[in-house]
């Protein structure tokens, strides 16, 4: 099983900076880990899917990078409606499909 | 515009079988592009995935919940189900029907979610 780290597992950060979520895995997924955001009370939302790639109707600030075992996600000027939940997921190697820790962003 | 509706029961006995039911709108669970799958969610924790079915491709499952979890699939309903059996208090969470692809002609992640179902395992 492939066990994904984020860090860190919490980010203090004010709206109009910029943020630098990790995701590390414990062996290598290619390019294969998306990024979800998930606010309190909803279901996940899927934001970039193969390391770089934004999903429909995500805005151009959040981008995503890496390969490997190390990926970012970085929004390049926060929003107050970016404050949420972020995890990792990747779908290299399954059974099983996993999702990192999360890493809670705070303003 | 798809639409993933999870239904069943928000109360399951201790040792009993949790049966979830998700329906699909706006699309179709005989895709021979989409998985259509189930993933649980414990308040404060990450999402697990449960299991997965895509048609010509066959069903996989969690190796954790392997020997407790059948999914199958009603093509006159196009429902997608859930049954996991002998449950305990850890089995309680929020259970979401979710829609992922496997190759690049579709968006190969989960790209779709319902809305959720607490279930709570408890006598």
């Known amino acids: 099983e492939v066990v994904l780290t984020q860090s860190p597992a919490t980010l203090s950060l004010s709206p109009g900076e910029r943020a630098t979520l990790s995701c590390r895995a414990s062996q290598s997924v290619d390019i294969y880990l998306a990024w979800y955001q998930q606010k309190p009370g909803q279901a996940p939302r899927l934001l970039i899917f193969d390391a770089s790639n934004r999903a429909t109707g995500i805005p151009a600030r959040f981008s995503g990078s890496g390969s490997g075992t190390d990926f970012n996600l970085t929004i390049s000027s926060l929003e107050p409606e970016d404050f949420a939940i972020y995890y990792c997921q990747q779908r290299k190697v399954w059974p099983p499909l996993t999702f990192g820790g999360g890493t809670r962003l705070e303003i | 515009q798809l639409l993933l509706q999870e239904s069943g029961p928000g109360l399951v006995k201790p040792s009993e079988t949790l049966s979830l039911t998700c329906t699909v709108s706006?699309?179709?669970?005989?895709?021979?592009?989409?998985?259509w799958g189930w993933i649980r969610q414990t308040p404060g924790k990450r999402p697990e995935w449960i299991g997965s079915?895509?048609?010509?491709?066959?069903?996989f499952y969690n190796p954790s919940l392997k020997s407790r979890v059948t999914m199958s699939v009603d093509t006159s309903t196009n429902q997608v189900s859930l049954r996991l059996s002998s449950v305990t208090a850890a089995d309680t969470a929020l259970y979401y029907c979710?829609?992922?692809?496997?190759?690049?002609?579709?968006?190969?992640?989960?790209?779709?979610w319902g809305q959720g179902i607490l279930v709570t395992v408890s006598s």
């Open positions: 079915f895509r048609d010509g491709r066959g069903t």
């Open positions: 706006g699309g179709s669970v005989i895709s021979s592009r989409h998985f």
């Open positions: 979710v829609r992922h692809a496997e190759q690049r002609d579709a968006v190969p992640a989960f790209d779709n």
